[in-house]
C-alpha cells in the first residue's frame, strides 16, 4: 500500500473527497488503522488522558510523545503519521518549535507535526515550515489553552470569535502550513473556512463539510470512559467487550475452568519415562 503524501490530500481537497483520520498511540491500534485504510494518524498528545490518566494534556513531555509516535511509526509504516506538539515544546521560542519538531522526524520519523494555536503561534508555524517540515495548524477548541478558553467549550459561536477564528485560518495558510484542524466550531463556520482555504481543513467536531474527519480512537472504539465529547459516534463499546472479557476470565480460573486441558503443553513421548523419574526422585526427596 503506497503512502499517501501531502500533494494526494491536496488533490483529495481539489475532488472533494473527504479524508479520515484518527489518533493512535501504539502499534496495535495504528496497524489496525492502517489495515483499515485510514489516510492519516495523529500521535496526539490527548495519549495523556486516554493512556496515561492524566486530568489533561498539559503534563505530556516531549519523550512521551516520541515513545509513542515511534510505536505507531512501527504498527503503521505506509500510513501519513504527525505528531503533535505537546505544552511548551513550541510556545516558549522559535528555535524551541524548530528543534522538538526537527525531533518529531529524526527520532521517530513522523511525516509532519501539529500545533495548537493561531495568529500567536505564526512565527513557530514559519520557523518549522523554513526548516523543511510539514505544519498542521489547529484551532477552535485547543486544549492545551483550554484554561484561557473557559474550559472544554466550542469556539467561534458568535461573530466576534468567528471573525477572530477566520483571521487565524487565514493567517495559518499564509504562514505555509500545509493542512488547519477546526476542532469544535459551529459547521456554517467550518464550511465558511473550509472554502476560503487553498489548503485542507479537516474537523473534529466541525461539521461534514470539512475536507475530513478526525476522532479520537478511545472515543469512536468505546474504551475512553472520562467523558465523550457531543461530536463523537461511537462505532464500539470496546470498554464492556474488555470488562466482559477479564470478569469471564476471573469466573474461569476460580471455577477451575481454565486452563484446560488445551491449554497445556504436554511431555515428550520418547521423555516421558525419563521425566516421570526425575520429577518422582525430587519429589521423595522433599
Known amino acids: 500500500m503506497a503512502k499517501k503524501g501531502r500533494l494526494d490530500f491536496m488533490k483529495m481537497k481539489q475532488a472533494g473527497e473527504k479524508l479520515t483520520w484518527v489518533t493512535a498511540y501504539d502499534y496495535p491500534i495504528a496497524h489496525f488503522a492502517e489495515q483499515a485504510g485510514i489516510d492519516m494518524i495523529l500521535v496526539g498528545d490527548s495519549l495523556g488522558m486516554v493512556v496515561y490518566g492524566y486530568d489533561s494534556t498539559i503534563p505530556v513531555t516531549m519523550e512521551e510523545c516520541l515513545i509513542h509516535c515511534r510505536a505507531v511509526r512501527r504498527g503503521a509504516p505506509n ?18 518549535a524548530i528543534r522538538n519538531a526537527g525531533r518529531f522526524l529524526k527520532e521517530a520519523s513522523v511525516d509532519a507535526v501539529k500545533l495548537e494555536g493561531g495568529r500567536r503561534v505564526l512565527e513557530q508555524i514559519r520557523g518549522i515550515v523554513d526548516a523543511g517540515i510539514l505544519a498542521i495548524g489547529h484551532i477552535g477548541l485547543t486544549p492545551q489553552s483550554s484554561g484561557q478558553l473557559g474550559g472544554f467549550k466550542a469556539q467561534g459561536r458568535t461573530a466576534a470569535s468567528a471573525e477572530e477564528l477566520i483571521k ?11 493542512a488547519l484542524l477546526l476542532e469544535a466550531v459551529p459547521p456554517e463556520l467550518s464550511s465558511a473556512i473550509t472554502e476560503m482555504l487553498d489548503i485542507p481543513v479537516y474537523g473534529i467536531g466541525a461539521g461534514p463539510d ?8 478511545g472515543d469512536m472504539l468505546g474504551y475512553f470512559e472520562a467523558f465523550t465529547p457531543k461530536f463523537v459516534k461511537k462505532y464500539a463499546n470496546l470498554a464492556q467487550v474488555i470488562t466482559d472479557a477479564f470478569k469471564e476470565y476471573v469466573d474461569e480460573v476460580h471455577s477451575g475452568r481454565f486452563p484446560g486441558p488445551e491449554h497445556s503443553y504436554s511431555v515428550l513421548k520418547d521423555e516421558l519415562e525419563a521425566f516421570n523419574a526425575v520429577v518422582e526422585q525430587y519429589k521423595k526427596s522433599h
Open 210 to 217: 470539512t475536507d475530513g474527519q478526525l476522532l479520537i480512537n
Open 168 to 178: 487565524d485560518a487565514l493567517s495559518i495558510e499564509e504562514a505555509g502550513a500545509f
Open 79 to 96: 500510513t501519513f503519521v504527525i505528531g503533535d506538539m505537546p505544552f511548551l515544546s513550541y510556545q516558549v521560542s522559535i528555535p524551541d
